[in-house]
């Protein structure tokens, strides 16, 4: 996470532009939902892999004016990760005095989310009932779970990516949103080839995190999400909405990993 922060920091000095005070705007937004996760990661397992978050959690901060936006997203939340095929699985056994034994199978699944992202609006802002905006994102994801084929799992992603977004005004309180992005550049966090890193310097995470870490382009870093929002003004500072997001992931090295997520949440904004 700490690759990102001062991406983040750069984005709030570079990007807070001047503009006229009465069109300035911050929002402070909250959101609960559910996240979904099917993979199959032929490094750590042959087995295709579900997970289910529920809930989810997010934070949003944002700062925009007539022609610009920025935003910076936070979620996270636990859940459960199992073989899509068997589910959570439990052995049992006795010892030779009887007593029985029970072994679970059952992974413990967390995901963390962190995004910054600023748009322009490239369209006149005297259409008030639509608006185009183009900018970038840099976004950074942890998927973790405790049992994979009876060892840790993570895969940590962090992503430069082009975004577009188009708001759709269909009525003076109601309104759609649809976003596309896609990553150019990235760097990517998973087990290597041996699964276990070794070294005589660091500890085990870093040294996880020092061997496991490559820095990859499109051409082989497969992230592209995909939103879809619905939005309802109660009032000029408060609103209500709900969002679904999609998220496809890829990579082939050490052996191929292809992912899909799914976020669907109920969200409340306040602007001041």
Not at 21 to 26: E, V
Not at 118 to 136: F, Q
């Amino acid at each position: 996470m700490e690759r990102i922060a001062f991406t983040i920091s750069l984005l709030l000095l570079i990007f807070r532009l001047p503009g006229n005070a009465q069109h300035d705007r911050n929002t402070i937004g909250v959101s609960v939902g559910t996240f979904s996760l099917r993979m199959l990661d032929q490094q750590a397992s042959p087995l295709r892999y579900k997970g289910a978050i529920q809930p989810v959690f997010g934070l949003r901060y944002g700062h925009e004016s007539d022609r610009s936006r920025l935003n910076i997203r936070l979620s996270g939340g636990a859940g459960t990760l199992n073989p899509e095929r068997f589910g959570p699985r439990s052995y049992s056994t006795s010892f030779p005095d009887g007593k029985p034994f029970t072994y679970e199978i059952a992974s413990v699944f967390y995901y963390v989310g962190l995004e910054a992202d600023y748009l322009r609006r490239v369209n006149s802002v005297e259409n008030t009932n639509s608006a185009l905006w183009v900018g970038g994102a840099v976004q950074e994801s942890i998927w973790y779970a405790d049992e994979v084929a009876n060892f840790p799992w993570v895969v940590n992603t962090a992503t430069v990516s082009p975004v577009i977004q188009y708001d759709y005004h269909f009525q003076p309180r109601h309104s759609l949103t649809l976003r596309v992005d896609m990553a150019v550049l990235g760097l990517i966090t998973r087990a290597i080839y041996a699964n276990f890193p070794k070294s005589t310097q660091d500890e085990n995470v870093k040294a996880f995190f020092k061997q496991g870490t490559q820095a990859a382009t499109a051409n082989r870093l497969g992230s592209v999400n995909l939103q879809v929002g619905y939005g309802f003004r109660v009032s000029p500072r408060i609103s209500f909405g709900a969002t679904y997001r999609a998220r496809y992931l890829s990579y082939p090295s050490p052996r191929p990993i292809r992912a899909v997520s799914n976020t669907i949440s109920l969200e409340s904004e306040m602007r001041f």
